[in-house]
């Protein structure tokens, strides 16, 4: 059990140290992303998928995440949320 529970901790330690690496385009909003959305998932999905959305897709995903994933996202921070993501992200 120790070994499994060692072996899990070593191979986590790069994908941790790897989202120190991620930076988000800095521009209004840029810090409510962060707050909001790495509580949920990495921040690489952002700009890992910023080539196929646009601010219909953007919108599409955010309210997956507050009404789907359960999210804890206020109506007024979604809003600056896709703004900033179609901003900087956006197709």
């Not at 921040?43 to 009404?67: C, G, H």
């Amino acid at each position: 059990m120790r070994t499994l529970l060692l072996g899990g901790l070593l191979l986590s330690a790069p994908a941790l140290a790897g989202e120190n690496t991620v930076s988000l385009k800095d521009a209004p909003g840029r810090d409510l992303v962060v707050r909001r959305c790495i509580a949920c998932h990495s921040l690489d999905y952002i700009p890992m998928n910023s080539v196929f959305l646009d601010r219909k897709a953007w919108q599409a995903e955010v309210n997956k995440m507050t009404n789907v994933m359960g999210a804890p996202i206020a109506e007024e921070d979604a809003v600056k949320i896709v703004d900033y993501l179609v901003s900087e992200y956006g197709k």
